[in-house]
């Protein structure tokens, strides 16, 4: 009998982190100072408006690490069009389910926002509202965006297995090895510098296309993030879990400096994020590459020594965290759209309006464990692969 591979608590539960944290991060949103999110209160809170930057700087970044690292991880198990296919499913399902229910409400809440801070009628926000669901764009995507993101990873990733199975290859990819061996000691130093450079690069490039206009420039605009932002994050997953030199280069920091200089990037990139001033977005660019890669190696660092065995109840939240994830998002602008009703400090509004979110997330979650039918639409798990084993050991983040 084949022993089934053994599973990495401590990768899951940091996905299931870095996915579930999306609810304070989308509710801070609405109360931040320099975004005009899409439901946005009149009150904003600076502490808030600091936590949203701290968020955005390395929750996505660390993400795509983590699904570099389980794809290759998958990828190695099965035939190369076998696991494609099953990445279409399993990511192109939730997004068709998401454009379909969650999607709509989401911009009917938008305008109706609009109606209740005053910037228009109701009457004309619900004809706007009419309007985008009959002509969908760009902008419906929403927080669905990592679905195709990562579709065309794993399509690339599927394209560079294959490439470098062959003969040709061989040699090119015992060089590479032996380069990350040699600079094993120093590899971590040299990616944060080329990520920094990544993201100063693609920042100028956005900044420059907008220059341009409307048209192809924006379009291009649109492309750089995320499709090509987060691509060498997931890279770095992907060498994570097949190369030695790099699990060596990631491997848990000792002392304050790593800390220190994550806290003091992050703190950078949270203060300089969206100021509407060219040289501010191209630090925050520059310290956002650099905080996402050092509190990355903190994470999962953390996680490694931490969180590396079995817990029933971390399961059922690791279990839970995909779905989470793609309905948090209309529940955030459900409630923020209710709080522009009243005027409650907004650390308590925000409080609120998270805890809530939660819940409701989590309790949908259980809802749809009892069909079928509803966790294919809302996770693409296949009913003939389901079984009472899979229900309760985090099946839906595979």
Not at 31 to 47: K, M, R
Not at 148 to 164: D, K, R
Not at 273 to 280: A, D, F, N, Q, T
């Amino acid at each position: 009998m084949t022993t089934p591979p053994r599973r990495e608590h401590d990768w899951d539960m940091l996905r299931a982190l870095l996915m579930v944290l999306g609810i304070p991060y989308h509710a801070s949103m609405a109360y931040n100072a320099n975004v005009p999110w899409d439901i946005h209160s009149p009150e904003t809170s600076a502490l808030l408006t600091y936590l949203s930057g701290l968020l955005v700087t390395f929750r996505m970044p660390a993400f795509f690490i983590v699904a570099g690292y389980f794809a290759i991880m998958v990828l190695d198990r099965k035939p190369v069009g076998a696991w494609l296919a099953n990445r279409y499913i399993r990511l192109g399902v939730p997004f068709i389910t998401g454009l379909i229910l969650l999607i709509p409400p989401q911009i009917e809440l938008m305008h109706i926002a609009d109606a209740l801070s005053g910037r228009t009628t109701l009457e004309v926000a619900l004809g706007e509202a009419r309007n985008e669901l009959t002509h969908p764009g760009p902008d419906w995507i929403m927080h669905l965006w990592f679905l195709p993101t990562l579709m065309v990873y794993c399509t690339m990733l599927a394209v560079a297995f294959i490439t470098a199975s062959h003969p040709v290859m061989t040699p090119v990819v015992s060089r590479l090895r032996r380069w990350l061996e040699i600079r094993r000691d120093v590899l971590f130093l040299v990616a944060i510098a080329l990520l920094m450079v990544w993201e100063l690069t693609l920042r100028a490039a956005f900044i420059e296309f907008n220059r341009l206009g409307p048209g192809l420039p924006a379009a291009a605009a649109r492309g750089l993030d995320p499709y090509l932002r987060y691509l060498p994050y997931f890279i770095i997953g992907v060498l994570l879990r097949r190369e030695p030199a790099v699990r060596h280069a990631f491997r848990m920091p000792n002392g304050w400096i790593i800390p220190a200089a994550a806290f003091l990037a992050a703190s950078i990139a949270s203060f300089t994020h969206y100021r509407g001033i060219e040289i501010l977005e191209l630090v925050n660019a520059f310290a956002t590459g650099a905080a996402a890669l050092l509190i990355s190696r903190l994470l999962i660092g953390h996680a490694h020594h931490h969180w590396n065995r079995p817990d029933a109840r971390i399961d059922r939240i690791v279990d839970a965290s995909f779905t989470i994830y793609l309905v948090h998002h209309p529940i955030i602008y459900a409630l923020a759209t209710t709080f522009l009703l009243v005027s409650w400090p907004p650390v308590i509004e925000f409080t609120v309006i998270a805890t809530l979110t939660a819940l409701l997330s989590y309790g949908f979650h259980r809802l749809i464990r009892r069909s079928s039918l509803a966790l294919f639409l809302f996770n693409g798990i296949p009913p003939r692969r389901r079984n009472h084993r899979a229900v309760e050991t985090g099946c839906t983040l595979r």
